[in-house]
């Protein structure tokens, strides 16, 4: 019995991660969309110039 709950909790702990990896996946294209929005329309709107939108 120990066995079978052993790999049902390694099956869980794989899924869980696996799920949590995909939206990491999906939170950071989403970030670079922004940055990639950004960083377009503040250099139109800049006119041309190259100023930049963050601040590192």
Do not use: Q
């Amino acid at each position: 019995m120990v066995p079978v709950l052993l790999v049902l909790l390694l099956a869980l702990i794989l899924f869980g991660a696996g799920f949590a990896i995909k939206v990491l996946w999906w939170v950071a294209v989403a970030v670079l969309v922004i940055w990639l929005l950004g960083f377009l329309f503040r250099s139109t709107a800049a006119g041309g110039s190259r100023s930049r939108w963050y601040r590192w």
